[in-house]
């Protein structure tokens, strides 16, 4: 089993993309973390094999 299965990339101050680069691209889970002024919403585009962490280290911005 790979230790870090999900990959964490901060595309700007506002979003970052969550993914798993582990798996096949088809079946890959797209989960994007979107910081607005008052809350953060996680949004996921695919299936994901794997549960997300309770709580996921944000790259510096």
Do not use: C, K
């Amino acid at each position: 089993m790979v230790q870090d299965w999900f990959r964490v990339t901060a595309v700007d101050s506002a979003l970052t993309l969550i993914d798993e680069p582990h798996t096949h691209e088809l079946l890959d889970a797209n989960i994007w973390l979107v910081r607005g002024r008052d809350r953060e919403r996680y949004v996921h585009t695919m299936q994901r094999l794997r549960e997300l962490p309770v709580r996921i280290v944000r790259p510096e911005t």
